[in-house]
Nanobody, 123 residues
Framework: QVQLVESGGGVVQPGGSLRLSCEAS????????MGWYRQAPGKQRELVAR???????NYTDSVKGRFTISRDNAKNTAYLQMNSLKPEDTAVYYC?????????????????WGQGTRVTVSS
């Protein structure tokens, strides 16, 4: 299967910046899309940003102009640059990837989640 490992979370003051990374590993054939989701306490998980293999991106309205998603296809890695952070950005951020992987005998679809990385924005 395909595993995702996130890194880069932490504690930052309002107005600060953080950069999250998500590296995919395993028997990957292709990754069609990678995305970042977040879940704040007591709230549902929501899509923050998503990027396709071709580089098309979309963002939730609350982060437009502040967050930038990017990916390095050669490294199977996605990044989320978060600037001008606000207390309401506090959440656990999860990476998601969709694509195809080798089972050993054929290709199959995969959808994987990372373990999450915590982002806390507080003064």
């Amino acid at each position: 299967q395909v595993q995702l490992v996130e890194s880069g979370g932490g504690v930052v003051q309002p107005g600060g910046s953080l950069r999250l990374s998500c590296e995919a590993s395993g028997s990957i054939f292709s990754i069609n899309a990678m995305g970042w989701y977040r879940q704040a306490p007591g709230k549902q998980r929501e899509l923050v940003a998503r990027i396709t293999s071709g580089g098309s991106t979309n963002y939730t309205d609350s982060v437009k102009g502040r967050f930038t998603i990017s990916r390095d296809n050669a490294k199977n890695t996605a990044y989320l640059q978060m600037n001008s952070l606000k207390p309401e950005d506090t959440a656990v951020y999860y990476c998601n990837a969709l694509g195809m992987y080798y089972t050993g005998s054929y290709l199959d679809d995969f959808g994987s989640w990372g373990q999450g990385t915590r982002v806390t924005v507080s003064s």
